[in-house]
């Protein structure tokens, strides 16, 4: 069903590769592959969220709607996504839909995560389908990613404030000038 030894940093680096796209393009910086059966790439997916003004443009909804068109068919069972972080309930109840084969992501989502997290989807009582997963491949670099992107936000927000207090004072920043 899957490739016999797969090689799941090489593609969670693809996947890591697709959120810094994200991340440069103002998403947070979450970034999704599928792996077909032959072990090969069918789909990609980085958050679209603020771009396209969709909630539901998460990397891994994206991804799964590439692959289903790539496979013909909803059901990904011989298919393996990569993601970044770990999904969400949204994202969770998607993949469970699809009858993915195998879940491998990278860092913990404390807040949202629906896998083992903060909620475990896949093992709940009201899941139909028994989901493989295998957590915490490359989870260094996908935390660091996240946490180094939303440090530079704050950052970023932090001086956006200062200079509209400075301008209502009818000073201006040395950023400006």
């Not at 996947?15 to 059966?37: C, S, W």
């Not at 469970?96 to 709940?124: F, I």
């Not at 915490?136 to 670099?141: L, S």
């Amino acid at each position: 069903m899957f490739p016999a030894e797969p090689d799941h940093d090489r593609w969670m680096d693809e996947a890591i590769a697709l959120a810094k796209l994200a991340g440069e393009a103002g998403e947070v910086p979450v970034g999704a592959i599928i792996v077909g059966p032959q072990g090969t790439c069918i789909a990609q997916g980085e958050n679209r969220r603020e771009r396209d003004r969709d909630p539901t443009a998460h990397a891994e909804i994206l991804a799964l709607r590439a692959a289903g068109q790539w496979c013909q068919s909803w059901r990904l069972h011989e298919c393996t996504l990569y993601v970044t972080l770990e999904p969400c309930p949204m994202c969770a109840g998607a993949i469970l839909q699809a009858r993915l084969g195998l879940l491998v992501y990278g860092a913990q989502d404390p807040k949202t995560g629906a896998v083992r997290t903060v909620l475990n989807l896949p093992d709940s009582a009201c899941s139909f389908h028994k989901l493989a997963v295998i957590e915490g491949v490359r989870a260094q670099a996908c935390r660091q990613q996240l946490q180094a992107w939303f440090q530079q936000r704050r950052c970023q927000q932090k001086q956006s404030r200062l200079n509209q207090e400075l301008r209502s004072m009818g000073l201006s920043s040395c950023q400006n000038e």
